[in-house]
Nanobody
Framework: QVQLVESGGGLVQAGGSLRLSCAAS????????????MGWYRQALGKQRELVAT?????????ADTVKGRFTISRGRGNAKNTLYLQMNSLRPEDTAVYYC????????WGQGTQVTVSS
């Protein structure tokens, strides 16, 4: 089992920045960590959950077109490899959503979510 705890959400004006963090804990062996893909997803009110960005243990990244060039996903280094970050710049009102941290391979685990609200 993997537990995920997000932090860093909040209210920001359009054009501003926020940094989200996600700490993974639980039964995470080295072999499990090296096979994992961590990611951020978001769900706006009345909409389906959607991919924001993912990153493998080897730092291969994937971004949704809507956030490319504005958001940067990263993982901690060394012993902090199971910590996930999302640097969000040039935020827009349409980025408003609950942001969820995700861990895959093995398993599929979700955090409780953190609210990001961008005012116009």
């Amino acid at each position: 089992q993997v537990q995920l705890v997000e932090s860093g959400g909040g209210l920001v004006q359009a054009g501003g920045s926020l940094r989200l963090s996600c700490a993974a804990s639980g039964s995470i062996s080295r072999s499990i960590s090296t096979s994992s893909v961590m990611g951020w997803y978001r769900q706006a009110l009345g909409k389906q959950r959607e991919l924001v960005a993912t990153i493998s243990h080897g730092a291969v990244t994937n971004y949704a077109d809507t956030v490319k060039g504005r958001f940067t996903i990263s993982r901690g280094r060394g012993n902090a490899k199971n910590t996930l970050y999302l640097q969000m710049n040039s935020l827009r009102p349409e980025d408003t959503a609950v942001y969820y941290c995700n861990w895959k391979f093995p398993g599929n685990f979700w955090g409780q979510g953190t609210q990001v609200t961008v005012s116009s």
